[in-house]
T-cell receptor, first 113, second 114 residues
């Protein structure tokens, strides 16, 4: 069965610093992978998705993620954090197109001035 | 374009009482999802509809939970009777089809069972 593990339930960075949120997946086949963001009191929205077209995926708001099959990872990065990036970030996996989307437990990102 | 609309945003009830949540998906979206999000956890799928048909309801506790999507548009999720452990945020999402992986979420309905 597919699953995702997000390392670190809380990550704190300074404004302007690199953001790195970790996600490892478990799947028997090359999966579809997603990052969603949830701002306070809002619904989740899609940041980016990997669907095998390219291993480096660019998303909204300057975020990107790299699919590394050898490490079964899909870490999310942003070169320079902004205060508005403070939110909860969820990694999600879909084993095959159209199958159930399974979410990780989330990482709360805090950006300090 | 209007997003996914859910109501109520907040609901406080006593245990053993019934509760219902309503969801209006984005126009034209055939697939509708109900997720439950417990505090500090990621969303977990309860049920997924393709038009009017429930295509994945294996995670729905059918002894107390029910859902319907009449006419393939709006959907209602009901809990009867509610238990203390049902306190959570109930999220509705929709997508154009099952194959995109891109879900559009509503703001959620926060349930507190006392």
């Amino acid at each position: 069965a597919q699953s995702v593990t997000q390392l670190g339930s809380h990550v704190s960075v300074s404004e302007g610093a690199l953001v790195l949120l970790r996600c490892n997946y478990s799947s028997s086949v090359p999966p579809y992978l997603f990052w969603y963001v949830q701002y306070p009191n809002q619904g989740l929205q899609l940041l980016l998705k990997y669907t095998s077209a390219a291993t480096l995926v660019k998303g909204i708001n300057g975020f990107e993620a790299e699919f590394k099959k050898s490490e079964t990872s899909f870490h999310l990065t942003k070169p320079s954090a902004h205060m508005s990036d403070a939110a909860e970030y969820f990694c999600a996996v879909e084993e095959t197109s159209g199958s159930r989307l399974t979410f990780g437990e989330g990482t709360q990102l805090t950006v300090n001035p | 374009e209007a997003g996914v609309v859910q109501s109520p945003r907040y609901k406080i009830i006593e245990k053993k009482q019934p509760v219902a949540f309503w969801c209006n998906p984005i126009s034209g979206h055939n697939t509708l999802y109900w997720y439950r999000q417990n505090l500090g956890q990621g969303p977990e799928l309860l049920i997924r509809y393709e038009n009017e048909e429930a295509v994945d309801d294996s995670q729905l506790p059918k002894d107390r939970f029910s859902a319907e999507r009449l006419k393939g548009v709006d959907s209602t999720l009901k809990i009867q009777p509610a238990e203390l452990g049902d306190s959570a945020v109930y999220l509705c999402a929709s997508s154009l089809s099952m194959n995109t992986g891109e879900l559009f979420f509503g703001e959620g309905s926060r349930l507190t069972v006392l």
